[in-house]
């Protein structure tokens, strides 16, 4: 049987949308310090106080952060693995440089 492909594409799009609409954990202390500060009605509030908004942007910091983190070890590994290549080419030209030594074909 065939599974139309509106379904998992919906389904990957609603997945999406929540872990996005997901507060972190910076933005979800501030919800709680608005709400104990009074800031806002209520902790289910539509309405964001100044505490949540600043552990929102926090949130989105450290995640930024957290990308280009992972951004830079993704560049060292390629970088690595070109500089693994390229050495493992000269090691093999020294080889082939070695053999022709010991078989007298300078």
């Not at 594409?9 to 999406?16: D, P, R």
């Not at 972190?24 to 104990?36: C, V």
């Not at 070890?73 to 010991?102: F, I, P, Y």
């Amino acid at each position: 049987m065939r599974m139309p492909i509106a379904l998992p594409l919906t389904l990957t799009l609603t997945l999406a949308l929540a872990v996005a609409a997901c507060d972190g954990p910076r933005e979800q202390a501030g919800e709680k310090a608005d709400n104990a500060a009074g800031a806002v009605d209520g902790e289910d509030s539509l309405k964001s106080g100044p505490a949540e908004s600043l552990g929102e942007r926090q949130d989105q910091a450290a995640t930024s952060a957290d990308e280009a983190r992972e951004a830079r070890a993704d560049a060292l590994d390629e970088q690595a693995d070109s500089e693994r290549d390229s050495a493992e080419q000269n090691a093999e030209a020294l080889e082939q440089e070695a053999d022709k030594t010991r078989n007298g074909k300078e």
